[in-house]
């Protein structure tokens, strides 16, 4: 068979159906904002309660994160994904799903060497590069003085 | 009126990922380093920080406030220890939610089994 | 005793039989068209077993104990058993078999199992060298998922070309009964590469290997498209199935008329959320061995040709960027022998 490599990843896309933007965008759209609005009602409720704004902020994530645990263990998380995609990707929720749903499917090959190393096997890259994007931020506040 | 601020917002920063998803190669795990990084460098332009002033959860929810939460962090601890700080100052301002999702993903294993998908 | 008919082209001359098959399936198989051909239908993918790993290895232990039951055998009369599985270094068809005592040949041919191992137990038995072999390869959704996907309860979404990881599997014992379904030759594939590194694409990444396959058995045994009944890849899925009719077409081989793939026969893909199909070695496995085989002996087909395909990469090469290679190995089967 003559073809060249272009030829048939050419000819593969053509046969490929196309993810459904007009669904998928939209989707994303109304879960993830719903997610923030849920945040937005948790941040409201723990500023009346008394909080600081930044301690309202952080009890929230650490509501949302709880919450996002929770429907992960309840094999719920996943299913909502499917259609929401990046809207349940992109908030704080997807972060803590892509550290459970790891520490869970791999707890059968113990709790060192399975659950615990592989914990951030998804998630860790987040952590890495966020982390050495803010020790370079912080190196060029403090060599230009900048504070 | 926040509510609605923060549904457009987070919304938006969520459809942003997903056009992502649809139009590029980019694999989810690619998306949230990108969300994060992108997060700290705009916190460190100073243009995060307005968003979240305007629609409160729907810029700090998403993994791009987690970023802006990195530079804040960071940006304070040199403030207050120089050169140390651009080491501790990250990590500490991010220490909550990291812990909380160990702690919350290390109990939900504990007690739940994964199953079959449907 | 086996002719050469070109360079990987074998003639049976025996025409060995499939003296006992049977196949297993798991929940979301049991709820698609193919349910009632089934010997055992799954209603929990976990089987009672504490890990995916195990519950594979169950279900190939299930669906030898019963293809040996179908057959009045028992593992002492089995010479050799051609077995293999998708997880690292097999160990759902090494557990599996652990128990049964019978001498063993492990495959690794990704999806294409059942055709090679069906392959080898043929030309075993075709030649004397076996009075009876038997031919199994299973998959399972779960156990697939975590090792060359996600875990399984992360939140991911599929793409449109991605495919569905079959919980099933198939054995066959090969031997000299005399009835149907007789084994009429084989064809051994070469491993191909056009160049597709998407993942979530395999169908377009194997369709290559099985058109060349088709096209070196045909020029090989002369005969057309139209000469058999069904012409029935492993799991190329809607893409791939599109994609092997186009590839052919181009060499002016017509097969539309009589090709259909074991990923589009054991899920409704209407209503069945498996965007582009069934995969895995038990994709191809259980419907052959639970639909086609039954079908052949009841005379319904005279003349199939079944062509299991295979992904040969693994998620390492992938994360470094390399292509996915593919491979097809054919087997002729038929009502009468020659």
Redesign the interface.
């Known amino acids: 068979m003559k073809m060249t490599q272009q030829d048939y990843q050419h000819m593969s896309d053509l046969a490929s159906p196309k993810?459904k933007?007009y669904q998928?965008?939209?989707?994303?759209?109304?879960?993830?904002?719903?997610?923030?609005?849920i945040?937005?009602?948790?941040?409201?409720l723990y500023t009346h309660l008394g909080l600081s704004e930044k301690d309202a902020?952080?009890t929230?994530?650490?509501s949302?994160?709880?919450l996002s645990?929770?429907l992960?263990?309840?094999?719920v998380y996943?299913?909502i994904a499917k259609y929401a995609?990046?809207?349940t990707?992109?908030?704080?929720?997807?972060?803590?799903n892509?550290?459970?749903s790891p520490?869970?499917?791999f707890?059968s090959e113990g709790y060192v060497l399975g659950?615990g190393a592989k914990?951030f096997i998804?998630?860790g890259?987040?952590?890495v590069?966020?982390?050495l994007?803010?020790?370079l931020?912080?190196?060029?506040?403090?060599l230009f003085k900048l504070? | 009126m926040?509510?609605l601020k923060?549904?457009?917002?987070?919304?938006?920063?969520?459809?942003?990922?997903?056009?992502?998803?649809?139009?590029t190669k980019m694999t989810?795990?690619r998306?949230?380093?990108s969300?994060?990084?992108a997060?700290?460098?705009l916190?460190?332009l100073g243009l995060y920080q307005p968003l979240v002033d305007f629609?409160?959860?729907?810029a700090?929810?998403?993994?791009?406030?987690?970023?802006n939460l990195?530079?804040k962090?960071?940006?304070e601890?040199?403030?207050e220890k120089?050169?140390l700080?651009?080491?501790t100052?990250?990590?500490t301002s991010?220490a909550?939610?990291?812990t909380?999702?160990?702690l919350?993903?290390?109990?939900?294993?504990?007690?739940?089994?994964?199953?079959?998908?449907? | 005793m086996s002719q050469k008919i070109n360079r990987s082209t074998l003639k049976l001359s025996s025409s060995p039989s499939l003296i006992s098959y049977a196949a297993v399936a798991?929940?979301?198989e049991s709820e698609g068209p193919l349910a009632s051909y089934f010997d055992i239908l799954y209603q929990?993918?976990?089987i009672g077993q504490e890990t995916w790993e195990k519950a594979e290895s169950m279900m190939q232990k299930d669906v030898s104990a019963k293809a040996l039951d179908k057959g009045n055998l028992s593992a002492g009369d089995i010479d050799f058993v051609f077995a293999g599985d998708l997880l690292n270094q097999c160990v759902g068809t090494h557990y599996g078999l652990r128990e049964l005592g019978i001498p063993f040949l492990g495959l690794y041919g990704a999806c294409s199992t059942m055709a090679e191992s069906l392959c080898l137990a043929s030309i075993f038995t075709d030649n004397g060298l076996a009075e009876k072999a038997m031919a199994m390869t299973s998959s399972h959704?779960?156990a697939s998922?975590r090792q060359f996907r996600f875990?399984?309860?992360y939140g991911?979404?599929r793409t449109p070309t991605a495919q569905w990881t079959v919980t099933g599997a198939g054995c066959t014992i090969v031997g000299h009964s005399g009835t149907p379904p007789y084994v009429k030759g084989v064809s051994i594939g070469k491993i191909t590469d056009f160049g597709i590194t998407d993942i979530n694409n395999m169908g377009a990444a194997m369709a290559p290997a099985a058109a060349d396959t088709l096209k070196t058995f045909l020029n090989a045994t002369g005969t057309a498209p139209t000469d058999y009944d069904l012409i029935l890849t492993g799991d190329l899925g809607k893409v791939g199935s599109e994609l092997l009719c186009e590839l052919l077409e181009k060499e002016n081989i017509e097969i539309r008329s009589v090709h259909n793939d074991c990923g589009l026969l054991i899920y409704d893909l209407k209503s069945q959320?498996v965007h582009a199909g069934g995969s895995g070695c038990g994709c191809g496995a259980s419907v052959l061995c639970g639909y086609v085989l039954d079908k052949i002996k009841q005379g319904v087909y005279h003349d199939v040709l079944f062509m299991a395909t295979g992904a040969l990469m693994s998620p390492l090469t992938v994360q470094q960027g390399e292509t996915i290679p593919g491979i097809a190995h054919l087997v002729h089967l038929s009502d009468t022998p020659w």
């Open positions: 993810t933007s998928t965008i939209p989707m994303a759209f109304l879960i993830g904002g719903l997610i923030c609005t945040g937005q009602a948790l941040t409201n902020a952080l929230t994530s650490i949302l994160i709880f645990a929770l992960t263990g309840l094999k996943d299913n995609g990046a809207g990707l992109v908030p704080i929720t997807g972060f803590a892509a550290v459970v520490a869970l499917e707890k659950l914990m998804i998630a890259p987040v952590i590069y966020g982390t994007a803010s020790v931020y912080g190196l060029i506040l403090f504070y | 926040d509510y923060a549904f457009l917002v987070g919304g938006a920063i969520c459809a942003i990922g997903q056009i992502l998803i649809d139009y989810p795990a998306i949230l380093v969300f994060v990084v997060g700290v460098l916190g460190a629609a409160g959860a729907g700090s929810v998403p993994l791009t406030g987690f970023g990195l530079a962090g960071v940006q601890a040199v403030q120089g050169l700080g651009a080491l100052g990250g990590l991010a909550g939610g990291v909380a999702s160990i919350f993903g290390f109990l939900v294993a504990l007690i739940f089994r994964p199953g079959d998908k449907a | 798991g929940k979301k929990d993918n976990g959704f779960c998922e875990p399984l309860e991911g979404q959320d």
